[in-house]
């Protein structure tokens, strides 16, 4: 039991964080657009952003591989110029899992937002504060309750991810295999053993997580 | 001095408010839906008019020929929204001093002190807006507008949420921090008793536009039009045709009637005019008296049909002897002199207008 390779919790765990972060930073400014500004393509780019709530995994994981895989212009110009690659590699893994979570993440913070009474950043603007200081004291700080809940459903969904990632980042173990994959691949072979305790494992450590994230973004009462 | 003359196109209707205000209360009165609200805010720029201009205080604050619009952030206008707008997670310190930004802590804290000693909130510093009464809610919203001095006070339907009991003691301590600030105040209100004890000043606002601007006896007495006597709730309005002007007075046919009325530069005979009498101003001839000299005019017979009691006296319904409608005129009596007069419905009655009482408008096309 103690000679398990732990090395798909620590990958998934890295990978999940890094994408929820980028998540939340990309989620909250996507949400805040939806929700407050009139622009042309709105309803696409909300359309776009949505879309990974619908189309199964594998197909984002094709997507991706056409768009930012080693044959693919992107792709090419990428390793070329600063030797990156995204397939199959760990960064294509929290590519993968940011687009899949990203919509919850918007979603729940542009509700926030939308809830927010615009006549109370009208207000602060007419009290001489610039519109990112009104956006900073008045607008996230009441959004707040929202974004926290986006930025915890978009880290379970990015923890639990495996269709786009088996699809882009592979099975590649130390590299690639996270959790979800890592049980997968043990079933298949067999090792119903350590199936279990890969599911087990899992499902401990995302609690605890939650809870963490929960406690670190505290929602504050008024 | 605050000078608007703007245009908005709206979806219903196009806002094109013009009116200016002096160092007072200018009462921006007016139905819902007349646009009250959004004149305010195209002054605290946070609606942008299609043209027009601002100036608020040697502040040119929009002006579309020159290209100027200056963000809300740089106007220093003080603006309380209805519903005041308090920031739910900041308590009443912090609400009070958002606008101090510029201002190193300690500077802070000496303004904001003083703003809660001006309005009273002493012992409420630390509390949350939903901890506080409506009173004292608009009194924090008032104090987070003064606090940065601001060269002009917008404030839209500031007692439209308080009770009725608490709304003449917060309109006397608004007149009272009005003059120990000596601020300029634009006042939104669709109340006319409000718009009366407070504005030195009355513009009209009606589907967009100014009907009348000027003192408040003024719009009060001396409606420009019919439509501003209906908004001033003027109870008896008429439609008749001058039968002659002469230089004591005008003779106006109505109804089969005629109406002495007062002398009158322009209308002429044959025109047609609308004439207004507040329900105050009509006088019920006392049976068996000899007329009074106020009484001797326009006394018309007539049967009571009517007779609410109101909060300050009656409001009398008088069907004239001979007419078709329901009732043709409303008179307003204090309840002393309704029980000197001893009325009572289906009682017959002779009611005199003096002439000096009676407003002639033009009728509009």
Redesign the interface.
Known sequence: MFDIDLSPLRLSLQVAALATAICLVLGVALAWLLARRQFWGRGIVSALVTLPLVLPPTVLGYYLLQALGRRSLVGEFLEDSFGLRLAFAWEGAVIASTIVALPLMVRSAQAAFEAV?P??E?????????NL?VFF??TL??AWPGVVAGTALAFARAVGEFGATIMFAGNIPGQTRTMPVAIYDAWQSGDAALANTLVAILTVTSLLSLLVIGRLLRV?R? | MLEVNIRKRLASFELAPTFSAGDEIAVLFGPSGAGKSLTLQAIAGILRPDKGLVRVNGLTAFDSSAGINVPPQERRIGYVPQGYALFPHLTVAHNIGYGLSGLDRRQRAQRVREMIGLLGLDGLEERRPRELSGGQQQRVALARALVFQPRLLLLDEPFAALDEAIRSTLRQELLDIRRRTAVTIVLVTHDLVEAFALGDRIAVLDSGRILQEGQREEVYYRPASRRVAELVQSRNIFAGRVAENRPDGLHIDWQGRRVKGPACSWAAAGQAVDFCVRASQVMVVRPGRPASPGERFNVFSGRVVREDLGAEGYLVYVRLTGSEQPYDLQIELPIHIYYRLNLDTDKDVDVSLNPKVIHVMPTCA
């Open positions: 009474d006549s109370l009208n207000t602060a603007r007419t009290l001489g504060r610039t200081a004291t008045v700080p009441l504050s008024w």
